[in-house]
């Protein structure tokens, strides 16, 4: 079974950056497509970004496009979420998930955005905005 590893959170004012990375054993990440997602109490997980190697595609939420940046490097079978310009809403615990690609072929389908599609997931990361 995969094993998915968040780390890079913290505490940062409005305006900062931060650089979270999901290290992954188990399996290459070049047969998955990997998402981020965000929840914080009394809402549903949500999406934020996801990455398909089987086209190469890249798909944001709207609250953090131009804003977030999804990567991944398969040299280190890691995948990243770069986050500038944090505002306090972006507070959240945030969560990497991996789908085989042959259920989610590109970061385009709507599937890449809902949570039920992915089978692996890290055990989170706390991001906290001040203002």
């Known amino acids: 079974q995969m094993q998915l590893v968040e780390s890079g959170g913290g505490l940062v004012q409005a305006g900062g950056s931060l650089s979270l990375s999901c290290a992954a054993s188990g399996r290459t990440l070049t047969v998955y497509t990997m998402g981020w997602f965000r929840q914080t109490p009394g809402k549903e997980r949500e999406f934020v970004a996801a990455i398909a190697w089987r086209d190469g595609s890249t798909s944001y939420a709207d609250s953090v496009k131009g804003r977030f940046t999804i990567s991944r490097d398969n040299a280190k079978n890691t995948v990243y979420l770069q986050m500038n310009s944090l505002k306090p809403e972006d507070t959240a615990v945030y969560y990497c998930?991996?789908?085989?690609?042959?259920?989610?072929?590109?970061?385009?389908?709507?599937?890449?955005?809902?949570?039920?599609?992915?089978?692996?997931w890290g055990q989170g990361t706390q991001v906290t905005v001040s203002s």
């Open positions: 998930a991996a789908a085989p690609f042959l259920r989610i072929a590109s970061a385009q389908s709507p599937a890449a955005q809902l949570p039920r599609s992915y089978d692996y």
